[in-house]
């Protein structure tokens, strides 16, 4: 009678054997070089843009006080006498517009994602989702001529003070723009909270709607809460809109019908070939761009800190 022996060999050691085989082996050794080198292609980018902004921002406080930079509130620096460079009635300008679309976006956006969670059938669902992708998808120019030959001579009529370049008309479009983010980040946040949840409020007695507002809405906030800063520093950063639509006026004031002028729009403003190279109105722009990538990059990282810090484990 014949023996024969057999040996085992475990998952990893076969995935070894089968590697050193051929090309196989081959790959395997450059292909975590070649995902390195595209991943630090990445890191080097963003490191070469922030590095640029703060040299270029340095260039322009050797010229300009930081002090009154930062607590001027006079910005005009193409006057031919006297420029100033107060940054804050583009501060104020871009503030304007983030505070009307946040007012707009998120009922819109919040509501549209507790209908689609808790309320659509697939059906709905299936034509509404696609709905709110096109608007998402939109180029930013198409809503500034939007805003400006459509939202403002409609908005005319009920405020006939209304300029035709505003601040009242871009932040709702603005607004309008960002209603498919916080929709849906949104709506992932309370598809995630558990079924469970959901039957055990039925089984105590609570209706579709107090289970919705007093349950899931309460368990799924960080994911919406986050969502929601994500959205705002979306609308802090948006360029064509207010470029078309909210005029070229600093204002440091709150009134939100006449002109104004946002910190990207005069970024804009600048790089389209109104300052010359190595002139102070030049700098600026990178002094401008700075205070613009603190602004985001606070909110990108408020929105981390408040996903992590309340979030809900399941």
């Known amino acids: 009678m014949a023996s024969s022996s057999t040996k085992s060999y475990s998952v990893q050691e076969m995935i070894e054997h089968r590697s050193k085989k051929g090309l196989s082996h081959s790959i395997e050794k450059v292909m975590p070089r070649i995902l390195f080198g595209i991943a630090g292609v990445s890191v080097l980018t963003t490191l070469g843009i922030v590095f640029t902004l703060i040299f270029e921002t340095f260039t322009f406080f050797s010229e300009v006080s930081l002090w009154k930079f930062l607590t001027g509130t006079e910005w005009f620096p193409f006057s031919s006498n006297n420029p100033t460079f107060g940054i804050l009635p583009l501060i ?38 696609p709905i709110l992708e096109v608007l998402a998808g939109i180029p930013t120019i ?4 939007f805003a400006i030959t459509f939202v403002t001579p409609v908005l005319r009529e009920f405020i006939p003070s209304l300029q035709i370049f505003n601040a009242l008309s871009p932040g709702i479009v603005v607004g309008i723009m960002i209603i498919p983010m916080i929709a ?48 705002v520093s979306r609308a802090i950063g948006e360029t064509m809109i207010v470029t078309v639509a909210a005029g070229a006026t600093p204002n440091l004031g709150w009134n939100v019908t006449e002109s ?3 910190m ?14 190595g002139t102070p109105i030049y700098y600026s722009i990178y002094a401008v761009g700075f205070t613009l990538f603190l602004f985001t990059l606070t909110m990108n990282l408020l929105a981390q800190f408040i996903s992590k810090r309340f979030r809900e484990e399941y």
């Not at 707009?104 to 989702?129: F, N």
């Not at 198409?142 to 001529?145: D, I």
């Not at 970024?267 to 190279?277: E, K, L, W």
């Open 260 to 262: 104004i002028q946002t």
């Open 92 to 129: 104020s300008g871009t503030l304007k517009i983030t505070g009307i679309a946040i007012v707009v976006s998120v009922p819109l956006g919040i509501a549209a994602a507790i209908y689609l969670s808790e309320y659509a059938t697939d059906r709905s669902r299936r034509i509404i989702k």
């Open 184 to 231: 849906s980040l949104s709506e992932d946040a309370l598809v995630s909270v558990p079924n469970s949840i959901r039957e055990g409020a039925l089984a105590m007695g609570a209706t579709k709607f107090e289970v919705s507002m007093k349950v899931v809405l309460p368990a799924a906030v960080s994911g919406i809460v986050a969502s929601v800063v994500l959205a």
């Open 264 to 277: 990207t729009a005069y970024i804009v403003q600048v790089t389209t070939g109104d300052a010359g190279f």
């Open 142 to 145: 198409v809503y500034g001529f």
